[in-house]
């Protein structure tokens, strides 16, 4: 199975404050439960003692045959031997790190406009995220999509399609019926009071038909 096929599933977001023993054993956790595909996600100066936590990081998730992203650096992506870089609105462009690093799965944050899906996956980009789904204590700026606009969405026939923000136990079988290869979560998972339930309880209710 080529890397690129395995964007299916749980997407589990690692927090932005982390203890580097619990987040190294909840990866674990998650791993041992089902979830393959990880996101680093890290917005303060990246030292070199965190980029060889990172590196260790990728290295436990590919030996289970997982799959790690970077959020926003491309460069470290590859330096560490991740699989992707997700790219937001005020990183390079799609096509710009599709040129320089050709072997990374690139995903993009596309909010709620399918004409940015439309674009970033014409210029290269093998996944799109749409979001926020609901309010998120993540990320406190993100804007839920309107009902309307998740409609058309949800009907937005395009592979290996990612949703997220705000997503929890509470909500997470209306998200799960709707048309989403992966279901991106991150407090629900990282922040749980029993991260081996949560990660379970996502993996066993994610709609996989």
Do not use: W
């Amino acid at each position: 199975m080529d890397i690129k096929d395995k964007l299916k599933g749980i997407y589990a977001i690692t927090p932005p404050k982390f203890d580097e023993t619990k987040l190294l054993n909840d990866i674990n956790i998650c791993l041992s439960c089902g979830v393959k595909i990880f996101q680093i996600r890290y917005k303060e100066e990246i030292t070199i003692e965190l980029k060889d936590f990172f590196s260790v990081l990728v290295k436990r998730i590919k030996k289970k045959e997982g799959i790690t992203i970077i959020n926003d650096f491309p460069q470290l992506a590859h330096d560490i031997g991740a699989d992707g870089v997700h790219l937001g609105k005020a990183d390079l462009s799609v096509d710009a790190v599709k040129n320089k690093y050709k072997n990374l799965i690139i995903g993009k944050t596309c909010k709620s406009s399918i004409e940015e899906a439309k674009k970033a996956i014409d210029d290269g980009a093998n996944y799109v995220s749409f979001g926020a789904f609901s309010n998120s204590s993540t990320k406190k700026e993100a804007i839920p999509i309107e009902k309307s606009d998740l409609d058309l969405i949800n009907k937005f026939n395009v592979p290996n399609k990612a949703i997220i923000g705000g997503i929890s136990k509470e909500n997470f079988h209306k998200v799960a019926e709707l048309n989403f290869d992966m279901i991106a979560l991150s407090n629900a998972i990282f922040n749980s009071q029993d991260t081996a339930k949560s990660a379970s309880f996502f993996v066993n209710n994610f709609n996989f038909e």
